[in-house]
């Protein structure tokens, strides 16, 4: 049995025209053979709608009954799809995460995969030539509806592919793929053909929203080839794959950017075993993550402590730390939300000397001030004030030169 894995996000499946045009995706797949798994997002726009809705009914919504709601977005996306298909006598039908089943945690909101059983899957293409999977959604342990959080249906559809085995999985969206950088910000962004899954998770990781972080987590684990292209056209997209040889000879690939970020200082804290412990391992336990890290040099004992996290959990994050406050000794805690973050990406760093000269050195050409430096083998991210983040991108898009095309053919 040949079975690919087809996901359509929320704009491909926002009206009855669009989800004509995934039929014809998917009917296309079936021409050649293949069962196809299709995994659907809720309808654009949807998924704002309940959250506001469940606003309306309360003011602090619980996360569990939160992900109840949330999950009849996607309910309804592969119920409409299923009908729009068995009216062209293609043998189809919708599956829920939860009947699949697609185990996860209890972290509501944004729950983790445990595991997939395929079995039933495997089952029901024996009879169904496609199944309508609802993304975004599976069920834990005590057989509550969970859901994987925002651009969740990405993992979904990665982690299907991966337990089915499936030849392929093909994300689509209204993008033609992952570029160099954002195309609305540098109009010299350009289409990469292929990317390495390690320069994709950092772009990920750093802001880019091509594709959800674990998703590509998923493809790099389980070695799924994943291909990045868009809905509305036959232009082939961006193959996810393991690195190579050549890849490496390119200095950089990519130039990341995420302005939902917010710094926090704790001003004056004990320069002493343990301290680093007690402010972020609390803040690990409420599932805050902690990105960018940097501590002053110490002076008479005392230190500062600068690290960031995400803005919609700045006001959580400094609960937590206020907590701790005397028993680290803190003078103050400061807190800054026009910050943000630029990051240089790319696996030819790991045998290329001078990309960190190359970047710090334009962005001192256009005065932009660097707050906090980290790396990894294959990514310098710097903060930055969030005025300065499209010139920032820009000028390092043009000081690796990455409007240069790349052209290499690949198959639709």
């Given at each position: 049995m040949?079975?690919?894995?087809q996901k359509f ?11 004509r045009?995934v039929?014809?995706k998917?009917?296309?797949k079936?021409?050649?053979?293949y069962k196809v ?22 003011s ?8 109840t ?5 996607e309910q309804?996306?592969t ?6 298909m068995?009216d062209?006598?293609?043998k189809?039908?919708?599956v829920?995460?939860?009947?699949i089943p697609?185990?996860t945690?209890?972290?509501f ?9 395929s079995?039933?899957l495997?089952?029901?293409?024996n ?5 309508a999977?609802?993304g975004f959604q ?7 509806l969970?859901?994987l ?5 990405d ?6 592919a991966a ?16 570029f160099?950088?954002?195309p609305?910000v ?5 289409k ?5 899954y390690?320069?994709m998770l ?5 802001g880019a929203?091509?594709l959800?972080?674990r998703?590509v987590?998923?493809a ?5 080839p994943?291909?990045?292209?868009s809905?509305f056209n036959?232009i082939p997209g961006?193959?996810l794959?393991?690195e190579d040889?050549n ?9 990341a950017y ?7 200082t704790?001003?004056n804290?004990?320069?002493q075993p343990?301290?680093?412990s ?7 336990d409420?599932?805050i993550?902690?990105?960018m ?28 730390i206020?907590?701790t406050?005397d028993?680290?000794?803190a ?18 760093m ?5 990309v960190a ?7 001192d050409?256009?005065?932009?001030n ?7 083998e294959?990514?310098?991210?710097c903060?930055?004030e969030e005025?300065?983040t499209?010139?920032a ?5 043009e000081?690796f030169?990455?409007?240069?095309s790349?052209?290499?053919?690949m198959?639709?």
């Open positions: 040949k079975v690919v894995v996000g929320g704009s491909s499946v926002a009206n009855l025209e669009r989800m045009q039929q014809e998917v009917e296309r079936l021409n050649k053979g798994v299709a995994v659907l997002s809720a309808m654009s726009g949807e998924t704002d709608r309940l959250l506001n809705l469940a606003e309306d009914f309360s602090r919504p619980d996360t569990d009954e939160l992900d709601l949330l999950c009849t977005g309804t996306s119920a409409l799809f299923s009908m729009l068995r062209k006598d293609i189809t039908r919708s829920q995460g939860f009947q697609v185990h945690d209890s972290f909101g944004k729950s983790r995969i445990r595991n997939i059983s079995d039933n495997l089952n029901l293409l009879d169904y030539d496609v199944l999977v609802a599976g069920c834990d342990q005590d057989q509550r969970t859901t959080g925002r651009g969740g249906s993992t979904s559809a990665v982690a299907l337990a089915l085995d499936a030849e392929l999985c093909e994300i689509f969206s209204d993008v033609d793929g992952v160099t950088t954002d609305n540098c109009m010299q962004a350009q990469m053909n292929r990317i390495a390690d320069e950092e772009m990920a990781s750093m929203k091509v959800q972080i998703s987590e998923f790099k684990k389980y070695n799924v994943v291909h990045v292209r809905t036959d961006t193959l794959v393991q040889n890849m490496e000879g390119a200095l950089v690939s990519g130039i995420d302005k939902n970020q917010a710094r926090i704790l001003v804290v004990f320069d343990g301290i680093a007690k402010v972020f391992n609390p803040l690990a409420a599932g993550v902690v990105d890290i940097v501590q002053n040099f110490s002076k008479e004992n005392k230190t500062d402590i600068t690290f960031t996290v995400s803005k919609g959990e700045l006001e959580k994050a400094l609960e937590i206020e907590e406050k028993e680290i000794g003078v103050d805690i400061l807190s800054d939300t026009n910050v943000a973050k630029v990051s240089v990406i790319g696996v030819g790991r045998n290329h000397s001078g000269g190359i970047a710090f050195k334009a962005l050409k256009e005065n932009i660097i707050m906090i430096i980290s790396t990894s294959i990514k310098i991210s903060l930055v005025k300065y499209e010139l991108v820009r000028t390092l898009h000081a030169e990455l409007d240069k790349n052209s290499e053919s198959e639709t």
